[in-house]
């Protein structure tokens, strides 16, 4: 058979096929009844929120292709946790300006000039003055200190207080145009990993108020300072880490939780090539007990023992036998540089030049700065302090009645 007897031969075989009209009307009458359901059931589905309508008012998108094609002016309140902190405490932070004198070219004559710009937290408003929290090390040096208010007001500053260890410091100003006062949180309740806000001048007042957020990167870091630059360390500060930016400028102002509480006083980072976010801040239940105290007295009173201290290590290892007579036990302590006076406390319980200091109170003390320490986060003038040490090989133990110190 040709070509066209097989195309006739599959035509016939199609006609054979029965109720094929039947099937369709099938189709196209259950299509319909279903649709006709689903438009009844859409009111149901859309208040039990299975399906989202489309409101009269609004713009279809779908419907309207041409609006992707054009950028859609949004409005958008942003009311988080860390704005609200930010706004309630960023108008608490205000610029501190060192202020000394330097000597002209014309005339012998001397002129104020700007030494540096640091941070202040504003902490008390009373009797018609505020109160500002910075760091010591922003004042240092300072003939004169201003003020600069978030409103951009410039006020003269007085220096109420300040102690040199802790690095910090009280500044009194008028408070007329004082408008906020930061609240000051509870240090002790913080976690590691919970959010911190900084906030301060970095850089000076051309970044007023800037504002970085990170956490907290652990709550017990004693970092230790050298006050006096001859290469021992004086003092352990303890401090908050935090990886929230930090920069020249900064020290002085507020480390905020989310609430907008301050929970510390933001005071010195580690600046070395390659280390990012490593910043710290000083306690702010810490600071509150040294601030009290330089409101009320100008400066910390501290316990007077009567002695140089010098690490131990830092003496050469021969010394250790030959000079000292220490123990092979012996690792740490504190030497005790000076001649004692007689009448000091320490001399008076009988204490001697070359004693080594290794315990207070039966507390381990390894260097000049845990001494220091000790005696002013415990220990009062008036107060008695146990004491042991080695002389000669041996062993002793004094009871050491503490006095004020002289010089204070």
């Known amino acids: 058979m040709g070509f066209y007897d097989d195309l006739r031969h599959v035509e016939k075989r199609k006609q054979r096929v029965p109720g094929v009209g ?60 860390t704005v609200k902190a930010v706004e309630k405490a960023e108008n608490a932070v205000v610029g501190i300006i060192n202020i000394g004198r330097a000597r002209t070219n014309w005339f012998n004559s001397t002129e104020d000039v700007e030494q540096g710009q640091g941070s202040g937290v504003i902490f008390q408003k009373k009797d018609g003055k505020a109160r500002i929290i910075t760091n010591y090390h922003v004042i240092d040096q300072a003939q004169k200190l201003e003020v600069a208010l978030p409103s951009g007001d410039k006020v003269e500053a007085k220096v109420l207080g300040y102690d040199i260890f802790n690095d910090l410091a009280v500044l009194e100003i008028d408070g007329s145009k004082v408008l906020t006062v930061a609240e000051l949180g509870d240090s002790s309740t ?12 970095p850089l000076g007042m051309k970044f007023s108020r800037t504002v970085t957020q990170g956490i907290i990167s652990s709550l017990e870091r004693s970092m230790p300072m050298d006050l006096d630059g001859d290469g021992q360390d004086d ?19 507020a480390l905020i939780n989310i609430q907008g509480q301050v929970i510390g006083i933001n005071t010195l980072k580690i600046s070395k090539s ?9 306690p702010i239940n810490d600071v509150k007990k040294i601030v009290n105290e330089l409101v009320e007295k100008g400066k910390l009173e501290r316990a007077y023992l009567g002695v140089t201290p010098y690490d131990l290590t830092n003496v050469p290892r021969y010394n250790w036998k030959e ?38 109170d039966n507390k381990d003390i390894a260097n000049g700065a845990q001494l220091r320490k000790f005696l002013t986060l415990n220990k009062k003038p008036g107060d008695t302090v146990e004491i042991t040490y080695y002389r000669d090989g041996f062993k002793k133990t004094a ?5 004020k110190n002289p010089q204070q």
């Open 323 to 360: 000079t000292l007579n220490l123990p092979d036990d012996v690792a740490a302590g504190v030497v005790i540089r000076n001649e004692v006076g007689k009448f000091s406390p320490a001399g008076e319980a009988g204490l001697r030049q070359y004693d080594v200091i290794v315990k207070m």
């Open 190 to 201: 913080l976690r590691v990993g919970e959010p911190a806000i900084a906030i301060g001048n």
């Open 274 to 282: 390659g280390i990012e976010g490593l910043g710290f801040a000083l």
């Open 22 to 81: 039947r099937l369709i009307m099938t189709s196209i009458t259950s299509a319909v009844i279903g649709g006709m359901v689903v438009l009844l059931m859409l009111p149901t589905l859309s208040n039990s929120g299975y399906i989202k309508m489309v409101e009269p008012s609004s713009t279809n998108v779908m419907s309207n292709p041409a609006a992707n094609l054009f950028a859609q002016p949004v409005s958008v309140s942003v009311e988080t946790g």
């Open 235 to 253: 003092w352990e500060l303890d401090v908050l880490q935090t990886d929230a930016a930090i920069n020249p400028g900064n020290s002085g102002g």
């Open 399 to 403: 009871t050491v009645k503490l006095t």
